[in-house]
């Protein structure tokens, strides 16, 4: 029901900074939060931000607060991640996620929540 396209991926040097931007179909956009979540190479895709249905709640992992910053524009049906101070570690496939209208709680970081994804953006960030 909502098709989701991620793009604004690169290589960046640490320190540096990149845009994700995720383009939504459909006419529910504004109707779901949306997520974003990231994937390296061997391991767990893991929860970065969340954004609520009107974006006045964001909320974020540790390990990139402060750092990134979670945003939409839902007259444009379109989502973004504003990465800065990148780190080496922040390297992975990034993937936006509309969450399931049929839940408006405060946990945030639960992938089973969210039933549509983008295909994904690689980031990678040299040292």
């Known amino acids: 029901q909502v098709q989701l396209v991620e793009s604004g991926g690169g290589l960046v040097q640490a320190g540096g900074s990149l845009r994700l931007s995720c383009a939504a179909s459909?006419?529910?956009?504004?109707?779901?939060?949306m997520g974003w979540f990231r994937q390296a190479p061997g391991k767990e895709r893991e929860f970065v931000a969340a954004?609520?249905?009107?974006?006045?709640?964001?909320y974020y992992a540790d390990s990139v607060k402060g750092r990134f910053t979670i945003s939409r524009d839902n007259a444009k049906n379109t989502v973004y991640l504003q990465m800065n101070s990148l780190k080496p570690e922040d390297s992975a496939a990034h993937y936006c996620?509309?969450?399931?209208?049929?839940?408006?709680?405060?946990?945030?970081?639960?992938?089973?929540?969210?039933?549509?994804w983008g295909q994904g953006t690689q980031v990678t960030v040299s040292s």
């Open positions: 459909g006419r529910t956009f504004s109707l779901h939060a």
């Open positions: 996620a509309a969450r399931s209208t049929a839940y408006s709680g405060s946990i945030w970081y639960q992938i089973s929540d969210y039933p549509y």
């Open positions: 954004i609520s249905r009107s974006g006045s709640i964001t």
